[in-house]
């Protein structure tokens, strides 16, 4: 049972334009999701975060939104810039379970690939 | 502040063999998690170190195992490799396990064959 969907493999997007990635999840009991990048040959690195009581997280070019009925979240990129081409994994944190001395309780998606075009 | 470093980067091995892969977290760190990163299954996580101790596995067969040094440092050992034991495997260092300050090394790449 996949608890965080991607369902977009890929995405591609003009540079300057605004990048969407969605994320779904069926875990109602996660507490925080993440966003994170990656880059081919490299470990992926955080982005943004965003608790679960709120509705709305911005950093920078980078807000993600938080529609806790639907079950689902986005990562918005305002503007889109060539060096944002990477593949974006959201994922859901369990604090519960980590408190009770288990794992981070990260759930990773499979990830989206996103391309910026000139 | 030197980040988290893995070794090697790449590795090839036989079907039936076994691997070792070393993680070295950030200095200070004392959490240590492994993911274990396919085309089909995405990333997925294999388990957790915490002083010395490990707090929680996924859902990976035993043959998955590893340890944790004094230093914080970890090992990931992979026993009787199988072809879907191909992949990256990631590393991943934070302060306490507070998972959203996680911070990852670059993976080794396993290929057997």
């Known amino acids: 049972d996949q608890q965080v969907k991607q369902n977009s493999p890929s995405l591609s997007v003009q540079e300057g334009r605004i990048s969407i990635l969605n994320c779904d999840y069926t875990?109602?009991?996660?507490?925080?999701f993440l966003w994170y990048k990656k880059y081919p040959a490299e470990g992926p690195t955080f982005l943004i975060s965003?608790?679960?009581?709120?509705d709305k997280n911005e950093d920078g070019r980078f807000t993600v939104f938080l529609n806790k009925s639907a079950k689902h979240l986005s990562l918005h990129i305002v503007p889109s810039q060539p060096g944002d081409s990477a593949v974006y994994f959201c994922?859901?944190?369990?604090?519960?379970?980590?408190?009770?001395?288990?794992?981070?309780?990260?759930?990773f998606g499979k990830g989206t690939h996103l391309i910026i075009q000139p | 502040k030197a980040g988290v470093t893995q070794t090697p980067r790449y590795l090839i091995k036989t079907r039936g063999q076994q691997v070792t892969l070393s993680c070295s977290p950030i200095s200070g760190h004392r959490s240590v998690s492994w993911y274990q990163q396919t085309p089909g299954q995405g990333l997925q996580f294999l388990f957790e170190?915490?002083?010395?101790?490990?707090?929680n596995k996924g859902n990976f067969p035993g043959r998955f195992s590893g340890r944790q040094f004094s230093n914080s440092r970890s090992e990931m050992n992979v026993s009787t490799l199988e072809l879907g034991d191909s992949a990256l495997y990631l590393c991943?260092?934070?302060?306490?396990?507070?998972?959203?300050?996680?911070?990852f090394g670059p993976g080794t790449r396993l290929t057997v064959t």
């Open positions: 170190y915490f002083s010395e101790t490990q707090r």
């Open positions: 991943a260092s934070s302060l306490e396990g507070t998972a959203y300050e996680q911070y």
């Open positions: 875990n109602s009991m996660f507490d925080y």
């Open positions: 994922a859901g944190l369990e604090l519960c379970i980590q408190e009770q001395g288990g794992a981070d309780g990260l759930t």
């Open positions: 965003i608790s679960s009581i709120k």
